[in-house]
């Protein structure tokens, strides 16, 4: 696995490399998915990658769908709210925390929800598992609005469509090719596929994103996806930038626990 990364890596740029501002270094970090186990120790791979570097101001972006399928969402959003209260964390919204919000608000939205990864967010506040697989929907609905803080509700929904520094713009899904970035709706920030994957010319910036399952980060000339799935394949992948030079570190799950590896 980490010499396809390095191969990655090696492989050379079709265009210019794009750079971070000088004097300040970016780590990225895929979807999440409710995997504290993997959260937690990829954080203290970025952490400790840091502080091997120079004194660049260093600011983490976590692209979104922190939320969802994996079995620990309630506390994969207080160990990010935890971290971004000890150093700069931006973060994006992704489908899935916007589908937990319209939820809350949309019975139809609510029943979509469970069926992606919803119910599993819902039991890792605390609810009783008899009681959210028995329960009706309305009934159900209520008792997450109850038992989600309402502090993570409003956590949740200050999230970001897209984060900009230097050539760089991070997304949770893609953007629409031709469009201004400008004039980027959130609704395909946040759900975006096609044209966005398959489109081979410049965006007007070179896109970091998430949302699309890749086993391994997928390079391309103007973007590179990173959620490797942690829900599906157990590894969780955060992308390190600082001027024109990039690196990935991953936690991955195996058969001996979690281990982590940094393709430099």
Partial sequence: ???KIRNLLSRPAEVRLPH???GQRAYAVGDIHGRLDLFEQLIDAIERDNAGRDS???IVVLLGDLID???ASAGVIARARQWASKRRVEFIQGNHEEMLLVAARKLDAFRSFLKFGGRE????????PAFVMEAELEDLQRAMIEVIPQDDFDFIDSFQKMVRLGDYLFVHAGIRPDTPLEHQLGHDCRWIREPFLSHNGEFGAF??????ITEEPEMRANRVGIDTG???????TAIGLQGSERWFIQACENESGISVQVAA
């Fill in 69 to 71: 399928r994996g079995p």
């Fill in 1 to 3: 696995m980490l010499a």
């Fill in 207 to 212: 896109i970091v994103h998430g949302h699309t």
């Fill in 56 to 58: 660049s101001q260093s």
């Fill in 20 to 22: 971070i501002p000088p």
């Fill in 230 to 236: 942690a829900y599906v394949h157990g590894r969780l």
């Fill in 121 to 128: 967010t819902i039991l890792s506040y605390g609810l009783d």
